[in-house]
């Protein structure tokens, strides 16, 4: 009964006041709408925690361009010095050392200081110097090396911006949510407050919703097919967690959501007066 008369006093307002000129309850209608909209824009300049989600977005992003490019370098520059990829494991400094030897046939004594504070070991540095003397991978025309040397290079920017950009994102949960990035680490953190929308929402959800974040899909079916339940979701990824026993895993993941809720109403009402 209550809602049908707002409706009625909404649609026949311009009727109860007399002097209201055409035009001006669209106008106060409009200016409610610009109040709202900037106190919203305001509330979220103030949390930022959108910045938080956009950057645990594009770490993983990067995470996978990075693997994905590094892969790429390895197996274009292996039809040159294939004996490179079982000396240098890690991509990275295989990028970086593909770029400093560049020609092997000009590998010499004077690489190995250079090759040496890359990979951190003279021993290794040797190593790479003579497997490029007796290489048996093809040559490489001036361009096509020019070409390779581009990407690898490429592939080092993209890497040292993802170091950049996670040195970024531990900063801004220790100012946005410290609590909870001190209880289960900057990245979980960052996954569960971007998997409920916001810090707001993830200070909503009960501890028992927070626990199965992430982990939605095998709740509904196990809830179709009548199987049991998942015990935790995001949280899994915590070193809490990773710890425990098996026998132990879920009375750990629900005691640290229990911990993680209130953690996160922390964060986000506490300077609230």
Known sequence: MIYELLRGVRQHFDRFIKDLKPGDLEKAQLGLAHSYSRAKVKFNVNRVDNMVIQAIFLLDTLDKDVNSFAMRV?????????ELVKIVNDNY???????IIEDKSKLSEEHIPMLTEVLGDEDKAREVV??????????????????VQTFAQRVMDLADYRKKLHDY?????SDIAPNLAALI???????LISHAGSLTNLAKCPSSTLQILGAEKALFRALKTRGNTP???????????????????????????????????????????
């Not at 994102?169 to 949960?173: D, L, N, W």
């Open 130 to 147: 003579e497997a490029g003397k007796a290489s048996m991978g093809q040559d490489l025309s001036p361009v096509d090396l020019i070409n």
């Open 231 to 273: 015990k935790y979701g995001l949280i899994f990824h915590s070193s809490f967690i990773g710890r425990a026993s098996a026998k132990n895993k879920g009375r750990i993941a629900r005691y640290l959501a229990n911990k993680c809720s209130i953690a996160s109403r922390i964060d986000c009402f506490a300077g609230i007066n």
């Open 185 to 191: 680490g900057e990245m979980v953190g960052a996954r």
């Open 169 to 173: 994102h531990v900063t801004k949960m």
């Open 74 to 82: 390895r197996e274009w520059y292996s039809w040159h010095f294939p």
């Open 93 to 99: 400094l295989y990028a970086r050392v593909s770029k």
